[in-house]
């Protein structure tokens, strides 16, 4: 089975720039999450899908992060425009049902640098 | 609101030592918890878990114990490798909270280990 795959592996840009991230997640896989993990921190939720709907996003900074996920498969998180304060590994996961001692499998994140 | 709090770490361990990495959790409800371990340039793996009290979840030599009258699960190895060099994460999902965000994970801080030959 393919692991969830994540796009780019990392990202350096400058404050004010805008980033996209890509997930594609584990096949058949009807929830989605993306997750920020700050240096030294454990990683936070920022928002989570159902099939293409969104379930909580309470989280997401929404005056400069969006995400989407079109067709319930794939997902792309935005960052426009960035802060240094947005330097973080972005993780996305999904699970098959919206309970994580169902199973939940991580990608391996994209390391995002604002400089 | 939820949380979990972790050890402060670093540690650092001689081969097969004995490892406890200590977490507690505040929950409003019925909280399954986990253990997730994240090796160097890899994603987060899950290790262990446990979905109700007194339940004891392992895997490659770790336990940990979920006990709800000290709201702790803490993760132990009897003899670690220098392969058990990571980071882990303690973590809950509160399942039984009949809200929207029940798929959600609420992590602590992490805890680096470092394990010498």
């Known amino acids: 089975e393919a692991g969830v795959a994540q796009s780019p592996r990392y990202k350096i840009i400058e404050k004010r720039q805008s980033v996209a991230f890509w997930c594609n997640p584990i096949?058949?896989?009807?929830?989605l999450y993306w997750y920020q993990q700050i240096l030294g921190q454990g990683p936070k939720l920022l928002i989570q899908f159902q099939n293409n709907g969104v379930v909580d996003d309470s989280q997401l900074p929404k005056d400069r992060f969006s995400a989407e996920r079109l067709k319930g498969v794939d997902s792309t998180l935005k960052i426009q425009p960035a802060k240094l304060e947005d330097s973080a590994v972005y993780l996305c996961?999904?699970?098959?049902?919206?309970?994580?001692?169902?199973?939940?499998?991580f990608g391996s994140g994209t390391r995002l640098t604002v400089v | 609101g939820n949380s979990v709090t972790q050890m402060e770490g670093p540690v650092t361990l001689s081969e097969e030592a004995f490892l406890t990495i200590n977490c507690t959790y505040t929950?409003?409800?019925?909280?399954?918890l986990f253990w997730y371990v994240q090796y160097p340039g890899e994603g987060l793996q899950l290790l262990l878990k446990a979905t109700k009290a007194d339940d004891k979840g392992s895997n490659k030599g770790f336990e940990a114990t979920y006990r709800k009258e000290t709201t702790s699960f803490h993760l132990e190895k009897g003899s670690v490798q220098v392969s058990d060099s990571a980071v882990y994460f303690c973590a809950l999902s509160d399942e039984s909270a009949g809200g929207t965000s029940y798929g959600k994970l609420t992590f602590g801080q992490g805890t680096i280990l470092t394990v010498h030959p």
């Open positions: 096949s058949g896989h009807a929830t």
């Open positions: 929950a409003t409800g019925y909280p399954s």
């Open positions: 996961a999904s699970s098959l049902r919206d309970r994580p001692s169902y199973g939940y499998t």
